[in-house]
Antibody
Framework: QITLKESGPTLVKPTQTLTLTCTFS??????????VGWIRQPPGKAPEWLAL???????RYSPSLKSRLTITKDTSKNQVVLTMTNLDPADTATYYC??????????????WGQGTLVIVSS | DIQLTQSPSSLSASVGDRVTITCRAT??????LNWYQQKPGKAPNLLIY???TLQSGVPSRFSGSGSGTDFTLTISSLQPEDFATYYC?????????FGQGTRLEIK
């Protein structure tokens, strides 16, 4: 059974750096085809894809946020870490990590964590 | 970025109704299109991937179709638990994107 859980601060001040950790079980990030993505969702709005890291350490970022994001993995700890710099109140959202399922050449986020709310405020 | 536009943004329907939600992409994404359902306070839940393949455990009243730029999600006979918000998401581009959502409400 695949599970993921996000952890990190609830309240962050503007201009600070946010570090979120996704701890997962039920799969290995060293297995070919596997990936973990980060998606955020501001209150009352649609999800916004942020970043994706693959088993081979390939990484993809949202073009609009690329300069502020870093995604890394620690395979031995079954963790993926997302760092976002220079936070703004507009970054207030629930942040989710999700398992990327590869089906032939297609993929989808088939299992999601419960999400963690991050509030950016002074 | 590939943009996805869903229509309608909201929809009122009754139990037993057949409903269709549309997702249109700004360029061809072949069939690299997924659909999610989200209920308040919960994470999105994958319903359909590759435009038309039902995720395991999803009721058969849900179906998806389309290719290129135009896609649809159909619920053949609405059940009370189907009232939720639905999102499409493309996996064609290295930069994944979601639609803005369709809120399905009880009439």
């Amino acid at each position: 059974q695949i599970t993921l859980k996000e952890s990190g601060p609830t309240l962050v001040k503007p201009t600070q750096t946010l570090t979120l950790t996704c701890t997962f079980s039920g799969f290995s990030l060293s297995t070919s085809g596997v990936g973990v993505g980060w998606i955020r969702q501001p209150p009352g709005k649609a999800p916004e894809w942020l970043a994706l890291i693959f088993w081979d350490d390939d990484k993809r970022y949202s073009p609009s946020l690329k300069s502020r994001l870093t995604i890394t993995k620690d395979t031995s700890k079954n963790q993926v870490v997302l760092t976002m710099t220079n936070l703004d109140p507009a970054d207030t959202a629930t942040y989710y990590c999700a398992h990327r399922r590869l089906i032939t050449s297609h993929d989808a986020f088939d299992i999601w964590g419960q999400g963690t709310l991050v509030i950016v405020s002074s | 970025d590939i943009q996805l536009t869903q229509s309608p943004s909201s929809l009122s329907a009754s139990v037993g109704d057949r409903v269709t939600i549309t997702c249109r992409a700004t360029q061809s994404i072949i069939n690299y299109l997924n659909w999610y359902q989200q209920k308040p306070g919960k994470a999105p839940n994958l319903l359909i991937y590759s435009a038309s393949t039902l995720q395991s455990g999803v009721p058969s009243r849900f179906s998806g179709s389309g290719s290129g730029t135009d896609f649809t999600l159909t619920i053949s006979s609405l059940q009370p638990e189907d009232f939720a918000t639905y999102y499409c998401q493309q996996s064609y581009s290295p930069s994944r994107t979601f639609g803005q959502g369709t809120r399905l409400e009880i009439k």
